[in-house]
């Protein structure tokens, strides 16, 4: 209870802090906010359940007044603006991706992770930020997914990163990735 | 941690949190009831109105919250403008700008207290049924407490960096930067149990 309690609380504090260390480029000027990076974290890393409640608290603090967002954003009207849809769909990424780690154990976790942060964090999470800039700007989906195309190698890369990084942290911490050993 | 709640105070800063948020889900609703840009204009220049009562600083630091928006209002209003569809542009910008103003006003009126508050009364029908919510606010005060932490860490993790390559730390510090967080948890659930633990 405790150490759920305890991750669940740090990795919100986790996206916060990703959103505020020096910004992360990527090799060939991707300018990356690692926001995103953190909510795939969360499901790869603390599994489907705790993922998802660990980024809806992050929210809840965006929500009652805190800029915990990438730029210093928050407080109610960042859920009220035509990207809020991305926003709603963060703990539905981080559950789905989390579901996929916990039930997939037939390959490498890398492997594993990469897929499922694509599937969550990318899909998912997409098809909720298209359903909300559709309805907020007027437009229809197929208009509103051309706009955030842009935006999809970007987060592929991060899902890699995700399926890397979750590989490690697993070597190193066997008893913390959650998504695996609970 | 600083709050968006502004520094000026306001006599809507009395007001009762609860009373303001379920004042702003109402208006925010209406907002896409009407698709008339005359009447959505009015509604822009009311609400800068309640801005202005505030102040200028107010008003400053409300518009300049506003500038998330840029990208999509010049999105929409290059696009209705190329299909000559001017009123229904003008009906989605000023909608979109009103929705987010509004909002804004009411983080920027209310106390991170007040608010906390508004989520305990929230959740005190959970309660009814068993669900530990003083566990949930342990964990919004450890987010709150945990956050400049983790951040100090990691920006120690990336001097550690620079000090040793000339080029900017890149992704390769989030590795060492989760597992900081994996061992402070750990730490943390120890701290929680030796004073007395969660199951109540």
């Not at chain 1, 603090?61 to 603006?81: D, K």
């Not at chain 1, 990084?165 to 990735?177: D, E, H, M």
């Not at chain 2, 209406?30 to 822009?44: E, Y």
Request: hydrophobic share 60%; proline share 4%.
């Amino acid at each position: 209870m405790e150490k759920n309690v305890a991750l669940i609380a740090l990795f919100a504090a986790l996206i916060a802090a990703l959103g505020l260390i020096p910004k992360i480029t990527l090799g060939f000027g991707v300018p990356i906010t690692a926001q995103s990076l953190g909510v795939m974290l969360c499901g790869t890393v603390l599994g489907a359940r705790r993922g998802a409640l660990s980024v809806a608290l992050f929210l809840l603090l965006v929500a009652i007044g805190l800029p915990l967002l990438s730029g210093g954003r928050g407080g109610l009207g960042v859920f009220t603006a035509p990207s809020a849809g991305f926003l709603f769909g963060w703990p539905v990424a981080a559950f789905c991706t989390g579901l996929i780690v916990e039930k997939w154990r037939g390959a490498p976790l890398a492997a594993v992770a990469a897929i499922a942060s694509v599937a969550g964090g990318i899909i998912v999470m997409y098809a909720f930020g298209i359903v909300g800039l559709s309805l907020a700007l007027g437009k229809t989906w197929s208009e509103a997914a051309l706009l955030v195309t842009a935006f999809i190698p970007g987060d592929v890369i991060k899902a890699v990163i995700a399926g890397l990084l979750t590989a490690a942290l697993f070597k190193a911490r066997p008893a913390s990735v959650l998504s695996r050993t609970a | 941690m600083i709050s968006l709640t502004s520094a000026v105070k306001t006599r809507a800063h009395g007001w009762p949190a609860g009373g303001k948020l379920a004042g702003l889900s109402v208006s925010t609703v209406l907002l896409f009831v009407t698709h008339s840009p005359v009447i959505l204009a009015a509604v822009l220049v009311g609400i800068i109105s309640l801005y202005a009562l505030a102040g200028r600083a107010f008003l400053r630091s409300g518009v300049s919250a506003l500038r998330i928006l840029w990208p999509f209002v010049v999105l929409v209003g290059v696009w209705h403008f190329w299909t000559q569809d001017y009123g229904t542009g003008a009906a989605i910008i000023l909608r979109m700008v009103c929705a987010v103003a509004l909002a804004n006003l009411v983080t920027m009126t209310t106390r991170l207290s007040d608010m906390i508050d508004v989520v305990g009364w929230l959740l005190a029908p959970l309660r009814r049924f068993g669900l530990p919510t003083r566990v949930l606010e342990l964990s919004i005060a450890l987010v709150i407490r945990l956050t400049p932490v983790l951040i100090h860490k990691g920006a120690q993790l990336s001097d550690a960096w620079r000090a040793r390559s000339a080029k900017r730390a890149g992704w390769h510090i989030v590795l060492p930067f989760t597992l900081v967080a994996l061992d402070d948890a750990d730490q943390i659930a120890e701290a929680l149990r030796a004073r007395g633990g969660l199951d109540t």
